[in-house]
């Protein structure tokens, strides 16, 4: 069983950063790849951003390419997002999450054999 709390959220200007973590517990976290999701009101669930197991191989949705970036410390059993030039439309519940296995960007952005999800973390981004 592994459990994901995310942290970090809140409300910034636009062209602000803010970094989220997620802090996993168990002992199988290292060997999951985990990724960000959100979630803006009225809309549904899109993928955001996944690391593997590793720290090595990272992807990213266009929307945010350039702007976000993924990290994790697998001593520390948590996983990053650091988010920078952030827009108004970036406000979603932001929601980390784990799987097992190698996977595909397309297969991160269908969410498809996620073992583990967050409860979230809401980022607000004013104009």
């Known amino acids: 069983q592994v459990q994901l709390v995310e942290s970090g959220g809140g409300l910034v200007q636009a062209g602000g950063s803010l970094r989220l973590s997620c802090a996993a517990s168990g002992s199988t976290f290292s060997n999951r790849a985990m990724g960000w999701f959100r979630q803006a009101p009225e809309k549904q669930r899109e993928f955001v951003a996944a690391?593997?197991?590793?720290?090595?191989?990272?992807y990213y949705a266009d929307s945010v390419k350039g702007r976000f970036t993924i990290s994790r410390d697998n001593a520390k059993n948590t996983v990053y997002l650091q988010m920078n030039s952030l827009k108004p439309e970036d406000t979603a519940v932001y929601y980390c999450?784990?799987?097992?296995?190698?996977?595909?960007?397309?297969?991160?952005?269908?969410?498809?054999?996620?073992?583990?999800w967050g409860k979230g973390t809401l980022l607000t981004v004013s104009s």
């Open positions: 690391v593997n197991w590793a720290g090595k191989v990272t």
């Open positions: 999450a784990a799987r097992m296995g190698i996977a595909s960007p397309a297969t991160w952005a269908s969410a498809r054999g996620i073992d583990y």
